[in-house]
């Protein structure tokens, strides 16, 4: 296992790996070798070998040790956000052409109008990464991306904040932290 990046965080600490290889690994199916990678990478950074990650019912991770916690996989990336603060969400994109010719499919008009041109795929991931981080955060499921979360204009740069508005039983407001890095965007709140 690879510690790409470790960011502490006044309420918790982010750590992005790579290379988390188990044994077993070609046999496994994806979702099961995800989490089995969590759990790898919690003991790593913990020190508590006996230390485990659950799920509720609507599928959001937990673990005794944190308030709350949140994960993002992308590629051979695994991001694990941990926090002292009763809600956190995190989520991770390494960059791909798909996901910016497909940027229609969750960014509604007025975003794509808005949307910073220089560095277009980077900042298409930006907007990506906020709505995931932001339905992470708020444990809303099945939420319309393009209709129902609202990505504020910023200034694009390398690291920096962005505002979301959630559209969801009732008007919630999130600031969401990113970088962007020469693999991944990361957004996080």
Avoid at 42 to 67: D, M, V, W
Wanted: proline content about 2%; hydrophobic content about 35%.
């Amino acid at each position: 296992m690879k510690i790409e990046s470790d960011i502490t965080l006044k309420e918790g600490r982010i750590v992005i790996a790579t290379d988390i290889l188990l044994n077993g690994d070609s046999t496994q199916n994806k979702i099961a070798l995800q989490r089995d990678r969590n759990i790898l990478l919690l003991r790593h950074i913990t020190g508590e070998q006996q230390a485990t990650i659950n799920h509720s019912p609507e599928g959001k991770p937990y673990c005794s040790l944190f308030k709350s916690i949140s994960i993002s996989h992308s590629g051979n990336y695994t991001a694990l956000m941990m926090s002292n603060h009763p809600a956190c969400g995190v989520d991770l994109q390494i960059y791909k052409e798909r996901t910016t010719q497909g940027m229609d499919y969750f960014m509604s008009e007025k975003e794509i109008a808005e949307v910073d041109d220089n560095d277009l795929m980077r900042n298409v991931h930006l907007y990506w990464c906020a709505k995931e981080t932001a339905i992470k955060f708020f444990s809303v499921s099945g939420i319309d991306f393009k209709n129902k979360i609202y990505i504020h204009p910023f200034r694009s740069e390398q690291n920096g904040i962005l505002q979301a508005t959630v559209f969801h039983a009732q008007q919630h407001e999130l600031m969401i932290s990113y970088r962007k890095t020469e693999n991944y965007a990361l957004c996080f709140a």
